[in-house]
């Protein structure tokens, strides 16, 4: 949300003159008078910003974010009335002078607020201004319709038509992104850019199993909005400016309004505009020329307050992370991926879900069709990949996800040693592999003290096997200053490792598991270390943290 503080800018340069001028400044007079109307009957409210409290300054404008308000309020029915009868007049304008910018860009605008994208997308259809106007108007509507693969399509074909020295500054992100990939995008060329955007957009696409890239499009949606506001009369009643551009492309236009009243002899009032909420940061933390940049979830902040920008998916009501464990299987070339994960959202829980492991590799994604409610199983190139694991509700629309990079797993000679997935050995029965293993494997590391530790991996070997060892050491990584300090006084034990080694005569692929029990007073965290020697080859190694609990 944002509330408009003092100040003047120029307005920017108005259209190229129409051919009929007496109906295109009706138009205006009549946009004009619609936005006095809607200031007159704005529902009044409070403004929060009002005590002093401003996130963020931009020029005339302050913007606080505040993510229990997501609740529109309703146009009072003379708003609503006075829309209509500006878009009565806007169509009436369009059939005259089809080809004039600013009427096809009015039409759009209040057809989307006034919830009609559909007859929005017809009226920029409709248009028969500059090509790739006409096109970004309708790339707009698409975007608001939730349309995004035909909103993708219809923005780059606008890109495309569109004068060499707007596309750059339309590829320009240096105002949304951190300084790393804001300093890249400072000294590339327009094509370098384009391509970091891209790779920017993909790594920062809220959902990679939602067709078409919705943040993309949502950058494109606001400098079409930011341009279309640039010439009109606005609910602030304030010329547009340099800081109307920046606040738009960083959060998103209003879409809905409020005033609030002030007391004393002058008394006035100032409007509020209110964003989609809640709304997060999806942009990485990353170098922006890394074709393929190692992340965790610690390379995403969502919720970062002061983020220096927001977007409110409007596929999406609410996002949270999702609880997983993941291991990796040698499969040849290839590897099998193993996950299994929890959802702690309550209300998605109880929603019908889509799930999906979807992963990025040599910029291209690709999508799992194995999975489940609790686990998911894909086959992935034995190579560095950027990992998401997604569920989205089908009624709530809550989500929930987990993106991190996966390195390629080493193999020495033919051998190959998977990762290690920790499982409940209480729910065994019989052999293992790994999708049954998976079964058996909690969300996340964590066990109460006391109780077994199942540990699964898989080996690989070459046909001419040998004899190798194997050592299992679970150690704490560690120790609080209170156990540290007890156990110094005689009044605690010291947190020992466990260790285990033993002799195998591996077959080609052997899923193997052992139970271990850590002492009872055993917490934290520990290190569960997997290395497997043959003669000839370098030790193999693999290792997982585990979590001791009361």
């Known amino acids: 949300m944002l509330l408009i503080t003092l100040g003047v800018l120029v307005q920017t340069a108005a259209a190229a003159p129409p051919v009929n001028t007496a109906i295109l400044r009706d138009a205006h007079s009549a946009q004009r008078r619609f936005e006095a109307v809607r200031r007159s009957y704005l529902p009044r409210k409070p403004s929060v910003a009002t005590s002093g409290s401003?996130?963020?300054r931009i020029g005339r404008f302050c913007y606080w974010y505040d993510s229990t308000e997501n609740t529109a309020t309703r146009d009072h029915a003379r708003i609503v009335e006075a829309r209509e009868a500006l878009l009565a007049v806007l169509d009436s304008?369009?059939?005259?002078?089809p080809s004039d910018g600013w009427v096809a860009g009015q039409r759009v605008r209040y057809l989307i607020e006034g919830g009609r994208w559909q007859d929005a997308v017809g009226a920029a259809r409709a248009c028969q201004a500059d090509r790739w106007w006409c096109l970004a108007l309708e790339g707009l509507a698409q975007h608001v319709g939730q349309r995004y693969v035909a909103a993708d399509s219809v923005f780059a074909a606008a890109l495309d038509a569109m004068p060499e020295q707007r596309r750059c500054q339309w590829l320009d992100l240096r105002v949304l992104a951190l300084p790393r990939a804001a300093d890249a995008l400072s000294q590339a060329t327009c094509t370098e850019r384009a391509a970091i955007a891209n790779r920017l957009w993909t790594l920062s696409q809220p959902l990679w199993m939602t067709p078409g890239n919705d943040l993309r499009t949502e950058h494109f949606a606001r400098l079409t909005m930011a341009l279309v506001l640039s010439e009109s009369a606005n609910a602030h009643n304030l010329a547009w400016g340099d800081d109307s551009q920046q606040l738009l492309l960083r959060y998103g236009w209003a879409e809905w309004f409020t005033r609030s009243e002030s007391t004393g002899l002058y008394a006035s009032f100032s409007v509020t505009g209110h964003d989609r909420e809640p709304s997060y940061y999806f942009f990485p933390d990353v170098p922006a020329t890394a074709a393929t940049p190692w992340l965790s979830a610690t390379s995403w902040h969502l919720r970062e307050t002061l983020a220096p920008t927001r977007y409110a998916p409007r596929h999406i009501e609410r996002l949270t992370s999702l609880a997983h464990q993941v291991a990796r299987f040698p499969r040849g070339d290839s590897l099998l991926l193993a996950a299994s994960y929890r959802i702690d959202d309550t209300a998605l829980v109880r929603d019908s879900i889509d799930a999906a492991m979807v992963w990025?590799?040599?910029g291209a994604l690709r999508t799992s069709a194995h999975a489940g409610r609790d686990r998911m199983l894909a086959t992935v190139p034995n190579d560095t990949i950027v990992m998401s694991l997604e569920v989205l509700g089908r009624g709530g629309k809550r989500a929930a996800r987990s993106r991190f990079a996966l390195a390629p797993l080493p193999c020495n000679?033919?051998?190959c040693l998977s990762d290690l997935l920790l499982?409940?050995?209480?729910?065994?029965?019989?052999?293992?592999?790994?999708e049954s293993a998976l079964a058996m494997a909690p969300p996340v590391a964590s066990f109460a003290a006391g109780s077994p530790i199942g540990v699964f991996w898989e080996l690989q070997s070459p046909a001419t096997v040998h004899p190798l060892w194997l050592s299992l050491t679970i150690t704490p990584t560690h120790v609080s200053l209170?156990?540290?300090a007890a156990s110094r006084l005689g009044l605690g034990r010291n947190a020992s490792a466990v260790r285990l080694r033993w002799q195998a005569v591996p077959r080609e692929r052997q899923?193997?598991?052992v139970t271990l029990r850590l002492p009872r007073g055993a917490r934290g965290t520990y290190?569960?270390?997997l290395t497997a020697e043959a003669p000839g080859v370098r030790a193999l190694a693999a290792s997982r943290e585990v979590e001791i609990t009361p």
């Open 54 to 56: 401003c996130g963020t």
């Open 413 to 415: 000679d033919g051998w």
């Open 511 to 513: 899923g193997q598991a």
């Open 527 to 529: 290190r569960v270390l």
């Open 482 to 484: 209170v156990r540290r």
């Open 360 to 362: 990025l590799h040599d």
């Open 423 to 434: 499982i409940d050995p209480s729910r065994a029965d019989g052999a293992l592999d790994p």
């Open 93 to 97: 304008a369009s059939l005259h002078q």
